[in-house]
């Protein structure tokens, strides 16, 4: 059967206030970063992604920030909204001998409270 | 936005009976599908790559027998689940590629259940 495992990590944050979502990846070379919202029983929502030779890139109400220094990536989001209630995912693009494939992070649970 | 589809959204088996999953990339063509599963509270794990016109490319682990894809046009790709067991009960979800970026779209996933 299925797995049971441990609770995701869960980020709780109130209405209006500002989230910040971390991510830590493994892969020195991976050239492309991608984060994907994920809302319960749907498949993963493309967010906003970067490019290895960027270290900021904002798109609306979201900013993702790349330290290739310390392999950290994180995703902050303005003013959050109930709607932003999610499994968020932190992807990184691996270039292997079968071409690229994404692999995932463990995923953060955001709860906003009203 | 690209849309994925997926179909069916969900769906129930006996145990034995073979389940067949099809992912269509609705606006673009995709010379790359990928197929992922997923269990509850868990992150996504890559099973293969599906190249079109070509064999699939399976991750560690992942039973090419077990998990047969096709990728039969730049629009489609299937996954049938061959002799299902309750085991193979997940949430399977599949990406989709534009030929000329690195972004991966995904459908909306397929809730597995085998009684």
């Known amino acids: 059967g299925e797995s049971v495992g441990l609770h995701l990590p869960t980020l709780s944050v109130q209405e209006g206030d500002n989230s910040i979502i971390n991510c830590a990846y493994s892969?020195?070379?991976?050239?492309?970063f991608i984060w994907y919202k994920q809302e319960s029983g749907k498949g993963p929502q493309f967010i906003i992604d970067?490019?290895?030779?960027?270290d900021k890139r904002q798109g609306q109400r979201v900013t993702v920030l790349l330290n290739k220094t310390v392999k950290h990536l994180s995703l902050q989001i303005a003013a959050t909204q109930p709607g932003d209630s999610a499994v968020y995912f932190c992807?990184?693009?691996?270039?292997?001998?079968?071409?690229?494939?994404?692999?995932f992070g463990t995923g953060t649970q955001l709860k906003v409270e009203l | 936005g690209a849309v994925v589809s997926q179909h069916p959204s969900r769906v129930i088996c006996k145990s034995g009976t073979s389940v067949k999953i099809e992912c269509r990339s609705l606006?673009?063509?995709?010379?790359?599908m990928f197929w992922y599963r997923q269990f509850p509270k868990k992150s996504l794990m890559l099973m293969a790559t599906?190249?079109?016109?070509?064999?699939?490319?399976?991750e560690q682990g992942v039973e090419k027998d077990k998990f047969l894809i096709n990728h039969a046009s730049l629009t489609l790709s299937t996954l049938t689940v061959t002799s299902a067991h309750p085991e193979d009960s997940s949430f399977y979800i599949c990406?989709?590629?534009?030929?000329?970026?690195?972004?991966?779209?995904f459908g909306p996933g397929t809730r597995l259940t085998v009684l």
């Open positions: 892969n020195s070379a991976s050239d492309y």
């Open positions: 990406s989709a590629r534009w030929r000329v970026s690195d972004t991966q779209y």
């Open positions: 970067i490019r290895s030779n960027m």
């Open positions: 599906s190249n079109e016109g070509s064999k699939a490319t399976y």
């Open positions: 992807a990184e693009n691996v270039f292997t001998g079968g071409g690229n494939k994404l692999t």
């Open positions: 606006d673009f063509q995709a010379t790359t």
